[in-house]
C-alpha cells in the first residue's frame, strides 16, 4: 500500500511563502510521476504542478513564476515551495503519485495524500 502523507501547510499573509512536502512510502518512488493539486471550496480539483521521473516539470498558468515543484528521490519526497502567495491559493493541497508520464487529470493519479490546508489571507 503506497502512502503519501502531505506536511507544510498553514495561515500566511499575502504575499508569504510556503513550502510542502510529501513523503511516499514506497520502494519505487523514483520512477513514479509526481504533483500536487488543490481544491478550493466549491471548486473542482486542479493541477498545481507536476514533476516526472525525468525532473521535466508542468505548472497551471496561475502559479507559474511563483511556485516550484521539486523531488528528492534519497528522501521519496516531493516539494512545493512557494513563493508570492495570494488569496486566491488558498485551498487544500493533495500530493498525488502516477504511473503515466502526465498526471494533469485526477483520472491519471494512482495515490493520493490526505490533503493539507492553505490559508493565504490577512
Known amino acids: 500500500q503506497v502512502q503519501l502523507v502531505e506536511s507544510g501547510g498553514g495561515l500566511v499573509q499575502p504575499g508569504g511563502s510556503l513550502r510542502l512536502s510529501c513523503v511516499v512510502s514506497?520502494?519505487?518512488?523514483?520512477?513514479?510521476?509526481m504533483g500536487w493539486y488543490r481544491q478550493a471550496p466549491g471548486k473542482q480539483r486542479e493541477l498545481v504542478a507536476d514533476?516526472?521521473?525525468?525532473?521535466?516539470?508542468n505548472y497551471v498558468d496561475s502559479v507559474k513564476g511563483r511556485f516550484t515543484i521539486s523531488r528528492d528521490n534519497a528522501k521519496n519526497t516531493v516539494y512545493l515551495q512557494m513563493a508570492s502567495l495570494k488569496p486566491d491559493d488558498t485551498a487544500v493541497y493533495y500530493c498525488a503519485a502516477g504511473n503515466a508520464y502526465i498526471i494533469d487529470k485526477a483520472s491519471n493519479v494512482d495515490y493520493w495524500g490526505q490533503g493539507t490546508q492553505v490559508t493565504v489571507s490577512s
Open positions: 514533476i516526472t521521473s525525468g525532473g521535466s516539470t
Open positions: 514506497t520502494s519505487i518512488f523514483s520512477l513514479y510521476t
